[in-house]
């Protein structure tokens, strides 16, 4: 018994050298500083690149952190705990054909009762030119914004959940950043 503890050790302590001595394959991620003009005066924005599936973007790492939701990228504040699900931007990468968006954002929006306000938000583009529509269902006290980012062959859907106290700059952050999204060859 006594030797099968001590093989056990050795293996262990090989798997860890292993390890230790594995070259590093992934590269530090891509930074970026973007100065914007903006109706509350220049921002000044400290962005990281992040990838996931077929697409990418860029976030403000001060701000929110990237996390996963059950196989999905979802972005919280920095300073939120793991359970704490108040604000949260959950990218969801389906099946969604592009042509379905407008389907999409009737079911998203349909589960809600008559204590919430559903309104279309907006719809704009990203900057590599993909059609974004979002829609807002409103409480008083949180707000769920869909996007719909539609892409050639597929779609994403983000759900937005915040606080309808929020600060007006994050939620202009948010829009931002899903305009940054691009979609890239899945690797």
């Not at 930074?31 to 996931?52: K, P, W």
């Not at 980012?149 to 106290?165: H, K, M, N, R, Y």
């Amino acid at each position: 018994m006594k030797k099968f503890f001590v093989l056990i050790l050795a293996l262990t302590l090989a798997a860890f050298s292993a390890c230790a001595e594995t070259p590093d394959d992934t590269k530090a991620p891509a930074l970026r500083t973007r100065i914007l003009e903006t109706e509350f005066g220049t921002m000044e924005l400290n962005e990281t690149a992040y990838t996931y599936e077929n697409y990418s973007l860029w976030y403000q790492e001060g701000l929110l952190k990237p996390c996963d939701y059950y196989g999905h990228a979802d972005f919280r504040p920095v300073d939120a705990q793991d359970e704490d699900r108040s604000f949260s931007y959950l990218i969801v990468s389906s099946e969604i054909a592009p042509e379905q968006l407008d389907q999409m954002l009737i079911e998203a929006t349909g589960g809600y009762d008559d204590t919430w306000t559903i309104a279309m938000h907006r719809e704009f583009t990203t900057d590599a030119g993909n059609r974004i529509l979002s829609v807002d269902a409103n409480n008083g006290l949180e707000i769920h914004r869909y996007y719909l980012v539609q892409g050639e062959e597929t779609s994403l859907f983000i759900t937005a959940i915040f606080p309808a106290d929020i600060p007006e700059e994050t939620i202009l952050y948010l829009e931002l950043m899903t305009k940054t999204i691009e979609f890239v060859p899945e690797a």
